[in-house]
Every structure is written in C-alpha cells, then in structure tokens.
C-alpha cells in the first residue's frame, strides 16, 4: 500500500536560517498527523521573481515570505487577496486552481494578539503610536485603522520615510511625528508597537524613553529575536503591559497553515519551544 504524495510547504526569504517557521509549522504537521514537510529556501532578491513566478509548475504547496522580498512575491503572483492588495506585499503565496495567489497574514497576526487580550476597547479609546516605516508598518496601521484607533502617531529613525508613508496612506488619523520628537509622542498613548528592526539581534537598540508613556499603556514589540528586548524589558521595569513578537508571529503562522494544508493548524502552542531555540537551547 503506497503512501500519499507528501505535503510539502515553507519559507523563503534572504537571508533564512535564523527563521523559526520550520519548527513551528514541523510541529503542528506531526500534531494534525500530515504526511508533509515545511522547510527553508534561501532565496537571493535577484532570483525572487522567477523563483516566484515557477512556484506553481512545482509540487510545493506554497511558501511563506519574508523580507526583503515580501513586494516581489505580491508582483508575481497571478491573484492577489484583498488583505495582500490593501497593503501591496504579500507574506504567503499558495496555488489554488492553477493559480498562484498572493495572500498577507500579517494584519490578521499582528491583530490577534491584541484581541485575545481584550484590547478591543482600550485601542480605540486612546492614541496608538508606531514606531518604524516599512513593510511591517504597513500592516500595523491597517489593522489599528480596522480596529478603530482614534489617532496614529508615526515616528521613523529618518523622518522623510515616515511623513511619506503618513502623505501616502492620506488618513486623517495618521500622521508622521520627527524622531526629534519620539518621547513627546508617546504621551497619553494607550499602545507602543515598534514594528522597526531595532533592538532585533544584532540590530541597534531602539532608542526610545518608555518612561513618557502613561501608566496602563501596552507595549508590543514586534521583534522576537531576543525574545526580550530592551523595550520590553524598559516596559517591565516601568510597569506597564508588554507582549513581544513571539505572539504575532504564531498567530500569522495560523491561517498560513491553513492555507498550505488545508486544516486548520491544532491548537498546540508552539512557544516552548521556540523560546528554546532563541535561547539556544
């Protein structure tokens, strides 16, 4: 009696060995008992299009992506889903029907977090401000904007970036901030996402003063990678709320599965052992 055909998934990005989407997607393949794998391709940007572009001539049921390359993969793409449309990059790509669609999880998995908590009301009640200006930013700002969010504070280690961002996006809710200013814009705001690299290993800390923010305020850095950073630990010693980027990286991960495996993924939490493998375990 012969075995199914192996499901075959994973991530791809430049570079890829410090992901921990293997483990994790690995784990809940074993868990839901799926004759599959999840694995990393390193995929260099000159390559990415093509790369891409055959993805749906292969037996692969689809990838995750990564930066830097999650705007290539929204371009080769054939369909693109209304979340990857909304914000132009795309962190899945799977095949249905011949087709090779571009899909983003990342507002779902930024925005799960925050609503397992409860957070619903104490967002919309108050400022946000986001620190950052790229890709992750992007998707942070749909979601607080879908989430209702009064007022979006945008601050960027170079502001041109950011007050692009803020007049191309043209919401009236949201506008750039000059990082001369960063500590007076954290100022009666009820949540801190820092959704920049810094503070990731082998990044620069960010440099921000927690201590301007208002008691009861979250902060929720999307850097996982240590999965205590200097903000959070600032945050801690503060008092304030915190979570780090281990939570929205397992919550866009969800759907992701779902995409590449056709079920949903089980209700295993994964972060023991991701937190095993950030502290070398």
């Not at 839901?32 to 694995?39: F, L, P, R, T, V």
């Not at 946000?128 to 945008?154: M, N, Q």
């Amino acid at each position: 009696m012969s075995l199914p055909i192996a499901k075959i998934a994973g991530v791809a990005g430049w570079p890829i060995h410090q992901s921990l989407s293997p483990m994790m997607h690995n784990m809940w393949l074993r868990e839901a008992g799926i004759n599959g794998a999840y694995i990393p391709f390193a995929v260099h940007p000159g390559e990415a299009e093509y790369a891409f572009k055959t993805l749906k001539r292969t037996t692969l049921m689809g990838v995750n992506v990564t930066a830097p390359l999650k705007e290539i993969a929204f371009k080769s793409a054939d369909i693109a889903t209304a979340d990857a449309k909304r914000l132009g990059v795309a962190n899945v790509l799977y095949k249905r029907s011949g087709k090779l669609v571009a899909h983003n999880t990342d507002l779902e998995g930024f925005a799960a977090p925050l609503l397992s908590r409860g957070l619903h009301a104490h967002i919309s009640q108050s400022p946000a401000v986001v620190i950052g200006a790229g890709g992750a930013s992007r998707a942070v700002i749909a979601a607080l904007l879908s989430l209702s969010v009064p007022e979006i504070r945008l601050i960027n280690r170079t502001d041109k970036r950011a007050s692009d961002m803020a007049d191309r996006l043209s919401v009236p809710s949201l506008y750039a901030v000059p990082w001369a200013e960063r500590n007076e814009a954290l100022r009666g705001a009820g949540l801190i996402i820092n959704a920049s690299s810094a503070g990731m290993a082998g990044k620069a800390e960010l440099d921000i003063n927690t201590a301007y923010a208002p008691d009861g305020a979250w902060v929720y850095d999307l850097v996982y990678n240590p999965q205590e950073t200097r903000l959070l630990r600032d945050a801690r010693r503060q008092g304030l709320n915190y979570m780090g980027g281990l939570d929205m990286l397992i919550a866009q991960a969800r759907p992701s599965f779902k995409a590449f495996f056709g079920v949903a993924a089980p209700a295993t939490d994964p972060s023991p052992i991701l937190i095993k493998a950030l502290r070398g375990q």
